[in-house]
Antibody
Framework: EVQLVESGGGLVKPGGSLRLSCAAS????????MNWVRQAPGKGLEWVSS????????YYADSVKGRFTISRDNAKNSLYLQMNSLRAEDTAVYYC???????????WGQGTLVTVSS | SSELTQDPAVSVALGQTVRITCQGD??????ASWYQQKPGQAPVLVIY???NRPSGIPDRFSGSSSGNTASLTITGAQAEDEADYYC????????????FGGGTKLTVL
C-alpha cells in the first residue's frame, strides 16, 4: 500500500525557517518524481515544488523561489522541503504528492500544517 | 504560467448528472486530472488521462476533453460526492510542471 506521511509542520514566526519531511513507503520511491502542494486555509490547491526521481530536475512556484528548497534522499525514501524566510502568506497545509508519470498526482499524504504568525 | 479556470460552485439533485468544467490553454496539449477533496481530508485522484479511474473510484465518475476545456461528469450523483473538485494539468508554458484550477464546490441537493 502506498503511503506518504508528512511531518515537521508547526508554528513559526515571520522570517523563520522550517523543514518539512515526507516519508514514503509501499512503492519504489527512487523511481518517481515527487511534489509539494499547499492549501491555505479556506483556499484552493497550489503547486509549490517538484523534484525528479534522481534530483536532476527541480522546479519551484514563483511564490517560493529563492526561499524554499526541495530535496530527497532515495536511500531513506524521504522527501524534504526546507522553508526559509517564511511569510504569513505561506500559512497552509503542505501535502507531498507522488507524480504518476507526469500525468497526475496519484497519491497524497495527509498533510502537515504550517502556521506563520508572530 | 498557465491558468486553469473552474466555476466556484455547482449543485446537483441527488441521483442526477452533473458536469464540472475546467478551462485553460494547457488543456489543448495535456489531459486534465481531477481530484476530490472532502473537508479536512487530503485530495484524492478520481480521473486521469483521457478518461481513467484509479482503483476504487466508482464508475459514475468520468472525464472528457474538447479544445481548451476538460470536464468531469458524475452520472447519478450521490450524497457522498459532495466535495470540492480540482482539476490540474501539466503547465504548457514550460515554466512549471503543474497548474491547478481554483476548485469547484459541488453541493448534492
Amino acid at each position: 500500500e502506498v503511503q506518504l506521511v508528512e511531518s515537521g509542520g508547526g508554528l513559526v514566526k515571520p522570517g523563520g525557517s522550517l523543514r518539512l519531511s515526507c516519508a514514503a513507503s509501499g512503492f519504489t520511491f527512487s523511481s518517481y518524481s515527487m511534489n509539494w502542494v499547499r492549501q491555505a486555509p479556506g483556499k484552493g490547491l497550489e503547486w509549490v515544488s517538484s523534484i525528479s526521481s534522481s534530483s536532476s530536475y527541480i522546479y519551484y512556484a514563483d511564490s517560493v523561489k529563492g526561499r524554499f528548497t526541495i530535496s530527497r534522499d532515495n536511500a531513506k525514501n524521504s522527501l524534504y522541503l526546507q522553508m526559509n524566510s517564511l511569510r504569513a502568506e505561506d500559512t497552509a497545509v503542505y501535502y507531498c504528492a507522488r507524480d504518476r508519470l507526469g500525468e497526475s498526482l496519484d497519491y497524497w499524504g495527509q498533510g502537515t500544517l504550517v502556521t506563520v504568525s508572530s | 504560467s498557465s491558468e486553469l479556470t473552474q466555476d466556484p460552485a455547482v449543485s446537483v439533485a441527488l441521483g442526477q448528472t452533473v458536469r464540472i468544467t475546467c478551462q485553460g490553454d494547457s488543456l489543448r496539449s495535456y489531459y486534465a486530472s481531477w481530484y476530490q477533496q472532502k473537508p479536512g481530508q487530503a485530495p484524492v485522484l478520481v480521473i486521469y488521462g483521457k478518461n481513467n479511474r484509479p482503483s476504487g473510484i466508482p464508475d459514475r465518475f468520468s472525464g472528457s476533453s474538447s479544445g481548451n476545456t476538460a470536464s468531469l461528469t458524475i452520472t447519478g450523483a450521490q450524497a457522498e460526492d459532495e466535495a470540492d473538485y480540482y482539476c490540474n494539468s501539466r503547465d504548457s508554458s514550460g515554466n512549471h510542471p503543474w497548474v491547478f484550477g481554483g476548485g469547484t464546490k459541488l453541493t448534492v441537493l
